[in-house]
């Protein structure tokens, strides 16, 4: 028995089987590279709006996924001589594993993708990125805890499907086995040495799989900052040498705080005593519709500078496509909208208007910063790295400048002591505002708001209304979706009450609130006011 075992850890380290082993790895290693890539092409293409790219890329996976590899391997090494294409054994085998894991590939890449909420895409659009730059840092970095085990498994299967290239007489391990045996018949002895080879390198590629899955699962890391050292960003704890200000903030009895008014106006380039008689956004004859569902029937509407206007309507009304339309996260049917005089990723031809290849330049140029619903903070980033996403990636600024700007804006809402936090471990008004302070790190020209606090508890609500409170008082052009009728009549210049897909009503709130002329919009102004007071009297 001992004489066996030798015999048997005789072969295992035996260089000739060795060589073999690392000829099998060669081939796995450069076919799973060039498969990949060509298997993120494939996915990608699988999810273009593009039909006959969608239909060019599901045939391809739908042949690949239908043929047994050895088939491939074989038409290959002797199809391709005949029309004037020769490889050698290494090469064909490196190629017909690449193209065989492409579509294996392109499907685990596909769902990894489909896996993250479009929430996180739609934000990213919002300020600006385009959508390679949106796959590389946002989208990407979070499927990859999706596509981590279905490619580990192709790789090991890679590696030991690399014996089948032995039928083109690629000399790897279990080829190299083969003649081994056939000169001594020890077939036990010498396959159970490949299969511990074999086993040895597929362990190898399991234990790189756990690393890797904890280094992408933030949500299981203890210390947040090392997914910010993973994408290249040094915190303030990892930047000693780098003197911050500290933000000016004054905390109240409750623990709210007060915006640096002086440095954000300065940021944004907003004066409160701005003219507000020029229109700053302008809407004409606005259509919208999905299928056969109207959404926008030819709505008017104007924003002028420095002025708070809020939307309020019921569920369905418009008032979500009309604000999306603005930064055109909304293409337009007919009609058209202008920021400051300008189109956002349109351009008028023949008198038509028409959308431009580059929108997301477009959006970055109009520097609209945009807080939503649901937060749709980038989940795999710390508050801080959030707020500095868009200023470093989209609009070029220094890590140390964007750094010292989220700092400031960070500490202006009261989360300084957050800053280092991944977005699930923070409250749903802690989340809210960070998307503020992250739409105010790019400098914005005009806020949206789209119903910011419907999704918080009611005792989260007020603070996130402080801090849009104090926005306005900046002189910030705002435009606010939202069923708050507290904060529409003691902050906005005007509300727009809108219903069925047009605007019933609107004009300074006294007017459109206290004494609304429409029946419709006293029926909803009194469900409102009864089911605030429901909340009210919820016991704690």
């Known amino acids: 028995m001992l004489d066996s075992l030798k015999e048997l850890a005789g072969y295992v380290v035996q260089p000739f089987l060795l060589a073999g082993a690392l000829t099998a790895l060669e081939i796995a290693a450069v076919a799973m590279v060039g498969g990949v890539l060509l298997g993120l092409a494939l996915a990608l293409m699988r999810l273009s709006p593009v039909a006959p790219v969608r239909w060019l890329a599901w045939s391809y996976i739908w042949f690949v996924r239908g043929t047994p590899v050895l088939l491939q391997l074989v038409f290959l090494y002797d199809a391709l001589p005949i029309i004037g294409i020769k490889l050698d054994t290494f090469t064909t085998a490196v190629v017909g594993f690449a193209l065989n894991e492409a579509a294996f590939s392109a499907e685990i890449i596909r769902g990894g993708i489909l896996s993250v909420n479009r929430s ?5 659009s919002a300020f600006g990125m385009s959508p390679l730059l949106t796959l ?9 805890r999706a596509i981590l085990p279905g490619m580990a498994n192709n790789t090991i299967s890679m590696i030991k499907g690399t014996s089948i290239a032995s039928v ?13 045996v056939g000169q001594n018949f020890k077939f036990f002895t010498v396959f159970a040495a490949a299969g511990i080879i074999y086993l040895v390198m597929t362990s190898a590629i399991a234990a790189l799989q756990a690393v890797l899955e904890r280094r992408f699962n933030f949500e ?8 910010a050292r993973f994408f290249g960003f040094r915190l303030r704890t990892a930047v000693p040498a780098l003197a911050l200000p500290a933000p000016a903030v004054k905390p109240s009895k409750r623990g709210a705080v007060e915006l640096d008014k002086v440095w954000l106006k300065t940021l944004t380039g907003r004066d409160g005593g701005s003219e507000r008689s020029e229109p700053f956004v302008v809407g004409r004859r606005l259509w919208k519709s999905y299928g056969n569902r109207e959404v ?5 509407f104007t924003v002028k500078q420095g002025e708070v206007v809020v939307i309020m309507g019921p569920s369905g ?4 496509t ?17 920021v400051e005089g300008n189109y956002i990723g349109y351009a008028k031809v023949n008198g038509a208007l028409r959308s431009v290849g580059d929108l997301a330049s477009a959006r970055a140029k109009a520097r609209i910063g945009m807080v939503f619903q ?7 980033l710390t508050a801080l790295e959030n707020v500095m996403e868009a200023p470093v990636h989209v609009h070029g600024e220094t890590r140390e400048k964007a750094l010292d700007t989220a700092t400031r804006l960070l500490g202006m809402v009261g989360l300084s002591n957050h800053a280092d936090h991944l977005p699930h471990r923070l409250s749903g008004g802690q989340q809210q505002r960070v998307g503020i302070a992250r739409a105010l790190a790019i400098s914005p020209r005009l806020m949206l708001f789209d119903e910011p606090t419907s999704a918080l508890d009611p005792e989260l609500v007020g603070e996130v209304l402080a801090v849009l409170r104090q926005l306005a008082d900046l002189g910030m052009t705002m435009i606010v979706v939202t069923h708050e009728i507290g904060f529409a009549r003691d902050v906005a210049d005007r509300v727009i009450f809108m219903d069925e897909g047009g605007i019933v009503e609107e004009g300074p709130p006294a007017a459109v609130i206290g004494n609304p002329k429409h029946e419709r919009t006293r029926r909803f102004l009194r469900l409102v006011e009864e089911k605030t007071d429901e909340d009210v009297a919820l016991p704690a």
């Open 120 to 124: 996180q895409s739609i934000a990213a």
């Open 322 to 338: 009309l604000l999306r339309m603005v930064n055109h996260l909304e293409s337009i049917d007919d009609g058209e909208i202008t």
């Open 296 to 300: 926008l029937k030819g709505v008017d």
């Open 374 to 380: 649901h937060f749709n903070l980038f989940d795999h």
């Open 136 to 144: 590389r840092r946002i989208i990407l970095p979070q499927a990859m």
């Open 317 to 320: 009304s418009g008032k979500s």
């Open 168 to 180: 083109i007489f690629v000399n790897e391990l279990t080829f190299r086995a083969q003649q081994i």
């Open 220 to 227: 299981l890391k203890g210390n947040p900052d090392d997914a």
